[in-house]
Nanobody
Framework: QVQLVESGGRLVQAGGSLRLSCAAS????????MGWFRQAPGKEREFVAA????????YYTDSVKGRFTLSRDNAKNTVYLQMNRLKPEDTGDYYC??????????????????WGQGTLVTVSS
């Protein structure tokens, strides 16, 4: 099983940028698709973005298209979420997840193998 640790979350002013990282350890020899999710206080968990195991394809929810960019460096076992032009609505706990089953387009509503513990992003107005 792969273990995931997110980092990079902090308080940022609206319009600013952050880069979140998700470092994988453990059994990383498989081909894992990686996804990012977020959960605002009092709201349901929301899918943000996903990337294929080799980084060739990405998939974003509409609300972050053009602002967020997902990438991965498999040599470092790390996936990055670059977040630009942040809005207060982007506030929440951000979690990364890894899975070897199914396409990235369906990561939002299926069981995923591994989850990180989350990192808090707060966007102030």
């Amino acid at each position: 099983q792969v273990q995931l640790v997110e980092s990079g979350g902090r308080l940022v002013q609206a319009g600013g940028s952050l880069r979140l990282s998700c470092a994988a350890s453990g059994r990383t020899d498989g081909y894992y698709a990686m996804g990012w999710f977020r959960q605002a206080p009092g709201k349901e968990r929301e899918f943000v973005a996903a990337i294929t195991s080799r980084g060739g394809n990405t998939y974003y929810t509409d609300s972050v298209k053009g602002r967020f960019t997902l990438s991965r460096d498999n040599a470092k076992n790390t996936v990055y979420l670059q977040m630009n032009r942040l809005k207060p609505e982007d506030t929440g706990d951000y979690y990364c997840a890894a899975d070897r089953r199914g396409p990235i387009e369906t990561m939002a509503d299926r069981y995923l193998e591994s989850w990180g513990q989350g990192t808090l992003v707060t966007v102030s107005s």
